[in-house]
Structure formats: C-alpha cells, structure tokens
C-alpha cells in the first residue's frame, strides 16, 4: 500500500530503488516483481500504477519511475533558481541605503508599546 501525499510518494520512489538495488545485490534482478498485490492512494497510486504496469520488470519500472521523478523535481528545481535569481536581480536595484531604511522601519519597537489582547 502505498500512501497519498507528494513528500510521501518522493520518498516512496526512494524506498523503490533502494528494493531495486537490494535485489541487484542479491542477484535477483531478474525476478518478477516481489509484490503480488500493488496498490495506493493519491500520489501513492501514481507510483503504484507505473509499478504495476512494469510488474514483469520490477527494476526496469522502478528506473523508469525514478528517471521521471527526477526530471520532475529538476524540472521545479530549476524554476525555483530562476526565480530566486529574479529576486535578487531585482533587490540589487534598491540601493542598500533605500534597504536598511525599510529595515529600521517595519521593525517592531518595544520601547512603549501596549500588550496585545491575545484574541479579540
């Protein structure tokens, strides 16, 4: 069974090729698939469904899971750089002067200040 949820299934694939090479050391690379019944939830039933349809080739399924995971998560890697990039482009236009100032604004004082009600 393998559960929902996309940490969950990144993880699972882990788990996956960690079987996969276990089998390899053992010699067993050329068995059919260890698990008679495959099934999951959610992002669980993504991994479960393309390991189900190499269950004649566990570890070729298990690989080609792993290679499309991979590229998946380089994939948003690569955006997320992009745009950190973006950002920091964009930051190195306010002079550092314009930065501190906002800085020493939007910093909580507490000299003065009143206790908050912790709900209203």
Do not use: H, W
């Amino acid at each position: 069974m393998l559960g929902g949820g996309g940490a969950r299934a990144a993880y699972q694939v882990g788990v996956l090729e960690a079987i996969a090479d276990i089998r390899k050391a053992a010699g067993a690379q050329n068995q059919s698939n260890a698990f008679p019944i495959i099934t999951g939830t959610s992002a669980g039933a993504i991994n479960a469904a393309a390991l189900a349809c190499g269950a004649d080739d566990f570890d070729g399924a298990v690989r080609r899971i792993v290679d499309t995971m991979s590229s998946i998560f380089l994939d948003s890697l690569a955006v997320d750089i992009e745009r950190m990039r973006r950002i920091n482009q964009t930051m190195s236009l306010v002079p550092p002067e314009a930065r501190s100032a906002r800085r020493r604004k939007s910093a909580p004082s507490s000299a003065g200040a009143k206790a908050q009600p912790a709900y209203r």
